[in-house]
Nanobody, 112 residues
Framework: QVQLVESGGGLVQAGGSLRLSCAASGSFFSISVVSWYRQAPGKQREWVALIVGGGTTNYADSVKGRFTISRDNAKNTVFLQMNSLKPEDTAVYYC??????WGQGTQVTVSS
C-alpha cells in the first residue's frame, strides 16, 4: 500500500513560481516511476511530467522548459518546480506512483 500526500499549491500571479511536493510511504519508492498530472475545471486529467528511479525525466510539451521534476529518495519525496507560470497552468495537480497510486491533489491557481 502506498500513500501519497501532495502539498505546495496556492495562488500565484502569472510569471511566478511554485514548488509542489509529493511525499510517499512505501519502501520501493526509490525505484518507482512517479508522475505529475493536472486537471483543470471541465477538462480531462492530463499528464505533466515523470521521473524514473534512475532520475530520467520527461515532460509534456506545454510545460517543457518551465517545470522541473526531481526526487529525493532519502525523503521519499518528489518535487515539481514550476516557473514562469501561466493562467492556463491553473488546475488541481496530482502525483501518481506506478502502477496506479494517486494522491489527493493540490490546487494551483495562476492569476493574470
Amino acid at each position: 500500500q502506498v500513500q501519497l500526500v501532495e502539498s505546495g499549491g496556492g495562488l500565484v500571479q502569472a510569471g511566478g513560481s511554485l514548488r509542489l511536493s509529493c511525499a510517499a510511504s512505501g519502501s520501493f519508492f526509490s525505484i518507482s516511476v512517479v508522475s505529475w498530472y493536472r486537471q483543470a475545471p471541465g477538462k480531462q486529467r492530463e499528464w505533466v511530467a515523470l521521473i524514473v528511479g534512475g532520475g530520467t525525466t520527461n515532460y509534456a510539451d506545454s510545460v517543457k522548459g518551465r517545470f522541473t521534476i526531481s526526487r529525493d529518495n532519502a525523503k521519499n519525496t518528489v518535487f515539481l518546480q514550476m516557473n514562469s507560470l501561466k493562467p492556463e497552468d491553473t488546475a488541481v495537480y496530482y502525483c501518481k506512483v506506478a502502477p496506479s497510486y494517486w494522491g489527493q491533489g493540490t490546487q494551483v491557481t495562476v492569476s493574470s
